[in-house]
């Protein structure tokens, strides 16, 4: 497609429950970035791919949280065990190399955990 | 003490004034800056890039100083359109995460 894809747009999760987020980026781009945005607050870098290598994840804030992309293309973000402080929305990125300048964002998912 | 800071606002501003934005960054190692705009439930956007040298984009005008480790944004003649938020972005180089402000709002008000 022409941007970066994200679904669903919205998502609702009772506390506890486990939530897969997808982002499709733009065909051909190697680098792909997932960031949590809070409200009020900018975005914050989450993990890191490089075609299918995880290559950074030292922003996932605990271990209920896993991203993987198997084939270098989809990614997908999975939460489990939802709690209230994991709403937010959730922002894919990528980029045809590394240049911090030639990123794309998608709309976004945003989550609320109730 | 985060690694981007900018003042939250809101600027609130007649159309046609100028405006000024500011940001300090910690990491002194950083290798890339810009300005993001971000409007209501959207995603944000690269505004401009912004080099030492300082750069224009119409009415936009960015500047960085390296040794202060602060970076600034200027509009002029604001518009209505120009209301959002906008995010002071710092670059730690390598693979390039976008490291982000909190973000400043603006509203253009007639």
């Known amino acids: 497609g022409a941007g970066v894809s994200q679904s669903p747009r919205y998502k609702v999760a009772k506390r506890g429950q486990d939530v897969a987020l997808r982002c499709d980026p733009i065909?051909?781009?190697?680098?792909l970035f997932w960031y949590q945005q809070a409200l009020g607050q900018g975005p914050e870098f989450l993990t890191y791919?490089?075609?299918?290598?995880?290559?950074?994840k030292s922003g996932l804030p605990s271990d209920r949280f896993f991203a993987e992309r198997p084939e270098g293309s989809v990614s997908t973000l999975k939460i489990q065990r939802t709690q209230q402080e994991d709403s937010a929305v959730y922002l894919c990125?990528?980029?045809?190399?590394?240049?911090?300048?030639?990123?794309?964002f998608g709309s976004g998912t945003r989550l609320t955990v109730v | 003490r985060k690694e981007v800071e900018q003042d939250p606002g809101p600027f609130n501003v007649p159309e046609g004034a100028t405006v000024a934005f500011n940001c300090t960054y910690s990491?002194?190692?950083?290798?890339?800056f810009f300005w993001y705009r971000q409007d209501c439930r959207k995603e944000p956007k690269l505004l401009m890039s912004v080099y030492s040298s300082g750069n224009e984009d119409g009415r936009f005008t960015a500047q960085l100083n390296r040794a202060s480790q602060y970076i600034s944004l200027l509009i002029r003649d604001s518009k209505l359109s120009d209301s959002a938020t906008y995010l002071c972005?710092?670059?730690?180089?390598?693979?390039?995460?976008?490291?982000f402000g909190a973000g400043t709002r603006l509203a253009v008000h007639p």
């Open positions: 972005v710092v670059s730690p180089g390598g693979y390039n995460k976008l490291i």
């Open positions: 990125a990528s980029s045809l190399r590394d240049r911090a300048d030639g990123y794309t």
């Open positions: 791919f490089q075609n299918e290598a995880q290559l950074d």
């Open positions: 990491n002194s190692a950083s290798q890339s």
């Open positions: 065909s051909g781009h190697v680098s």
